[in-house]
């Protein structure tokens, strides 16, 4: 189940990104990248539809009394990680706020462009695996107490995979930018150079903060998120501050989640058992 859930978010990542991409060479511009998501998600949905068909017979009503049970017991999923991703979710929007605010139209489309073309990979491998990540952990530490070996080889594993084109982007990316997209999108690949290490992180990070769901902790992951959300105004606000300029706000941002990306590391590490 887990691992159809992996590859369901891969192929909306990948087509997403895809669609936009092709979209944007044909001219569609704003609309290219709507018509781009709302595309991917309606693929999403087809295929957790078709999944949700093949399981019909194994689906029941749980009953009242089993959902009340279920409510007791999990009752920290709503109250905490909902308002956590939500608060993640616009802490990545940060720099583009800030660079709206600048006035900078030509490096908020650059960093889109770069964000988004450097996170497709990251999303995919990250996504699809701590799909499968979290069932084995999750029952790895019930049945030991502890999932650090685990995370320490997928931590690993992550690094490996990502390092390569992590040092790429930083060697070439403008010149990549450059040669594939036209010049125009230079810019981009500066801004693709100053995130890779970021991204790099973010990639061997993402997928282990599962850890904070089946162990019970997720009120730490709030917390964590509410201090990200300051951190994050804080570095914009000093790099707005200090260079004035869309790529000081850039570097800023990147720097900052840098941060936030280690911290989450070590609480992960911290809270998987002896």
């Not at 044909?26 to 957790?48: E, K, P, R, T, V």
């Not at 999108?185 to 100053?194: Q, Y």
């Amino acid at each position: 189940m887990y691992r159809q859930i992996a590859v369901i978010t891969a192929s909306n990542v990948l087509s997403t990104a895809v669609l936009s991409i092709t979209l944007g060479f044909a001219g569609w511009g704003a609309d290219g990248l709507l018509s781009a998501y709302f595309l991917g998600q309606a693929i999403m949905i087809g295929l957790y539809a078709r999944v949700l068909w093949r399981l019909r017979g194994t689906l029941g009503w749980p009953g009242v009394g089993r959902l009340r049970v279920l409510l007791r017991r999990h009752w920290k999923f709503p109250v905490f990680t909902l308002p956590s991703e939500f608060s993640g979710q616009v802490n990545m929007q940060a720099p583009v706020f800030a660079l709206a605010a600048l006035g900078a139209d030509g490096t908020l489309g650059a960093f889109t462009r770069a964000r988004q073309l450097v996170s497709m990979p990251v999303t995919v491998v990250g996504q699809s695996v701590a799909q499968v990540f979290r069932q084995e952990a999750a029952e790895l530490y019930r049945e030991t107490g502890s999932c650090r070996g685990l995370m320490r080889r997928t931590a690993t594993w992550l690094f490996a995979a990502g390092i390569g084109p992590c040092l790429l982007f930083m060697a070439f990316a403008p010149w990549l930018f450059e040669v594939y997209l036209g010049p125009d999108w230079r810019e981009a690949g500066e801004v693709a150079r100053i995130l890779a290490p970021m991204l790099l992180l973010r990639m061997v990070v993402s997928p282990l903060t599962t850890v904070f769901y089946f162990t019970g902790h997720q009120a730490l992951d709030f917390k964590l998120m509410l201090g990200s959300a300051a951190l994050m105004a804080l570095a914009i606000g000093i790099g707005w501050m200090m260079g004035g300029t869309a790529i000081a706000v850039v570097w800023a941002f990147a720097f900052g989640y840098s941060v936030i990306y280690l911290t989450y590391l070590i609480s992960t590490f911290a809270k998987a058992g002896p």
